[in-house]
């Protein structure tokens, strides 16, 4: 993250010694499930039983290891459906657990297998890989590890977001990917600056509704439009106060615009960016005025008690109660319903617009393992202010493991995934 960050940041970890491991395709496609069978790990349900002894079978760091190895060689798979399997996997194990020692030393051929996935890869494919981006620079923290996977994949990222022919997924999962990365990772503060520039090349077609030749608004490129919108907002909150100021100036004005589109949850990323701006920019200056205010608090006062018929139930109550608190941010200075996030034995207050942006974000990201990593990583424990992570206890500790029924059921469900894979011959 640029150093001008106000709100906390990882500090660098370890050096750039990890070495490229040479790796070639495997030619016949079989290997590639006899390598994954040899270093799975997966117990046979049948061993265990509701009346048998409370055994620790967890699987040992060196079977963990042995199974992502696995993972990351076949990365380069020829088959689609294996890729994207094995993504998932190292997803999932970088979501539910720290592995820096690991990924530090595999950084380089981890980075050139998403580069490839991203590359050559479609749609799905290219989504999990952007999310394994970003998990890989979550694991590794704000630094040169981070910087350096950054630097390698936002040039690929950007030219898939600014593709029209790229699949629309890909776009968005790109989008995300460099939001997350560059927040993390980037001490440059020009590059931070072409990436928002690059980001609001995409959301700022929104301003002006796309209307096909029947004059109805098109709803195609919606998605893409929140994801490059709330990446941007991401990026805003580590800008310099001259920066913010800029923007502000560009884009206070227009962003009012997106909260009379169609779909609820781009009117809904407008309302959150604008109580992001709000603050910024009463944080940059006390006695901020925007002379469009009172308009404004009569547009969001009317999204807050919408009962227009035409919508859905669903979207009007949460269209309401998101714009309740944004009209709170926009007429009273520091007025934010404060949210308590509890992770084990810790709480976290939510008590602003940029920590609740922020949070969102990585919530997105990391899913399920949200709690672990408040707990456990330090890029989140420095971004958000908790400090060291905890010593805790051995009681403490074992309270907080994943139940032996979970666990069960993780490794029941992965072997039966695999076999019906195996038998329908995708791999």
Sequence with gaps: MPKSKRRGGGTPRGTSGAQHRNMQPFSDEDASVETMSHCSGFSDPASFTEDGPEIDDEPTQEDLE??????????LDKSTKMRQFVLDGLKSALTSKMLYEFILERRITLTDSIERCIKKGKGDEQCAAAG???????????????EEVFKTLAPLLKKILCDVSASMKARQASATCLGVCCFIATEDIMELYFTMECLESIFTKSYQKERNQNGISSTHNTGLYISTLLAWTLLLTICPMNEVKKKLEIHLHKFPSLLSCDDVNLRIAAGETLAVLFELARE???DFFNEDTELLTQKLKALATDGNKHRAKVDKRKQRSVFRDVLRAIEQEHDFPTETVRFGPERMYIDCWVKKQTYNTFKEI????????????????NIF????????????LKSMKITRFERVSWRVHLKVSL????????F
């Design 284 to 286: 940059s200056d006390e």
């Design 385 to 396: 202010e908790l400090g060291p992570p905890l010593m805790l206890d051995e009681t403490t």
């Design 132 to 146: 394994l981006a970003c998990l890989l620079c979550i694991q590794l923290g704000s630094g040169t590890e981070s």
């Design 366 to 381: 990391l899913g399920s393992g949200m709690q672990y990593h408040l707990q456990s990583n330090e890029l989140l424990r």
């Design 66 to 75: 042995c199974k992502l190895k696995g993972f990351i060689d076949l990365t």
């Design 419 to 426: 076999k019906i894979h195996m038998k329908k011959g995708n």
